[in-house]
């Protein structure tokens, strides 16, 4: 079994920052891809950032040179800087993390989300 735990959501004012992490433990064997989604009401979940296990990253065009995704191995944790943020940027965020567990069984799990709102 594996937990994801998601912090650092809030209410911040337009122009503001800020960092969410999402800290993965459990059955833990090795972890690939971790990303972050966000949600509106009323529309699909959506890519935000991912950021592969050897690094590499992509980024949805709307937050490009806003927000960077990063990780930390040795703590099993994902981040997203938000800087610039935007009230458009308003959502729920999700992180979701790709595992292998000791079971060498490999599927994707999800935070329970943190709601970011950007006051204008």
């Known amino acids: 079994q594996v937990e994801l735990v998601e912090s650092g959501g809030g209410l911040v004012q337009a122009g503001g920052s800020l960092r969410l992490s999402c800290a993965a433990s459990?059955?833990?064997?090795?972890?690939?891809?971790m990303a972050w989604y966000r949600q509106v009401p009323g529309k699909q979940r959506g890519l935000v950032a991912v950021?592969?296990?050897?690094?590499?990253?992509n980024y949805a065009d709307s937050v490009k040179g806003r927000f960077t995704i990063s990780r930390d191995n040795a703590k099993n944790t994902v981040y997203l800087q938000m800087n610039g943020l935007k009230p458009e940027d308003t959502a729920v965020y999700y992180c979701n993390v790709n595992v292998i567990t000791l079971s060498y069984l490999g599927d994707d799990y999800w935070g329970r989300g943190t709601q970011v709102t950007v006051s204008s």
């Open positions: 950021i592969t296990s050897g690094g590499s990253t």
């Open positions: 459990g059955s833990i064997f090795k972890i690939n891809g």
